[in-house]
């Protein structure tokens, strides 16, 4: 099986720089995906790693270290519409089936 | 770029109704389409593979008698929630990539809010 951890909440002030970490257990790893999900609303891609090392796209980047089993998000120069759910999810095979982790809240203040 | 189209949008109903739920891929053929649900505060939990000519695939749990899956063109899947009840009222989300592109990103349909009453 899959399993991945997340933690469940982070807390940052505008302007701010955050790192969202995401460790997985998984056979057959394809790639691991970042998905933002505000209240309501379905799960938005950011960006994704198939390999390793840094994929940067405007204010988010992501980066993953398949040996270590372990990725993460970073969010630079924060803004309250950042507020929001983010998913890790792990690719399994290459159809696209996913598995996502728990989630965690970003809560950006002012 | 990418589009999924999901329909309907919100469903409230009686329990013991059946509801259908489209996911279209608007501008690509899809083969394989995914079928999550999402209970409040929760992740995403996929259900099943869909795929295009031949029968889905079900994650353990998920009850096949329960939960139809039709996917019969490249641009369309269907789930349909049989005889449905309080706790099967969730969030509901289709997702797709091109075919033979499993590698890209997966495209979300807006999602299908079920409450069952």
């Known amino acids: 099986g899959q399993s991945l951890e997340q933690p469940s909440e982070v807390t940052a002030v505008e302007g701010a720089i955050v790192q969202i970490n995401c460790t997985y257990q998984t056979s057959g790893f394809y790639g691991l995906s970042w998905y933002q999900q505000h209240d309501g609303g379905a799960p938005t891609f950011l960006s994704y790693?198939?390999?390793?090392g840094l994929e940067e796209t405007g204010r988010f980047s992501s980066f993953l270290s398949r040996s270590d089993s372990y990725g993460y998000l970073l969010l630079q120069e924060l803004q309250m519409k950042d507020s929001a759910s983010y998913f890790c999810?792990?690719?399994?095979?290459?159809?696209?089936?996913?598995?996502f982790g728990d989630g965690t809240t970003l809560t950006v203040k002012p | 770029g990418a589009v999924v189209s999901q329909h309907p949008s919100w469903v409230i109903c009686k329990s013991g109704t059946s509801v259908k739920i489209e996911c279209r891929s608007l501008?690509?053929?899809?083969?394989?389409m995914f079928w999550y649900r999402q209970f409040p505060k929760q992740s995403l939990m996929l259900m099943a593979t869909?795929?295009?000519?031949?029968?889905?695939?079900?994650e353990q749990g998920v009850e096949k008698d329960k939960f139809l899956i039709n996917h019969a063109s490249l641009t369309l899947s269907t789930l349909t929630v049989t005889s449905a009840h309080p706790e099967d009222s969730s969030f509901y989300i289709c997702?797709?990539?091109?075919?033979?592109?499993?590698?890209?990103?997966?495209?979300f349909g807006d999602g299908t809010r079920l409450s069952i009453l």
């Open positions: 501008d690509f053929q899809a083969t394989t």
């Open positions: 869909s795929n295009e000519g031949s029968k889905a695939t079900y």
């Open positions: 790693n198939g390999l390793d």
């Open positions: 997702s797709a990539s091109p075919t033979g592109q499993g590698n890209q990103p997966q495209h």
């Open positions: 999810a792990v690719r399994i095979g290459d159809a696209g089936k996913s598995t």
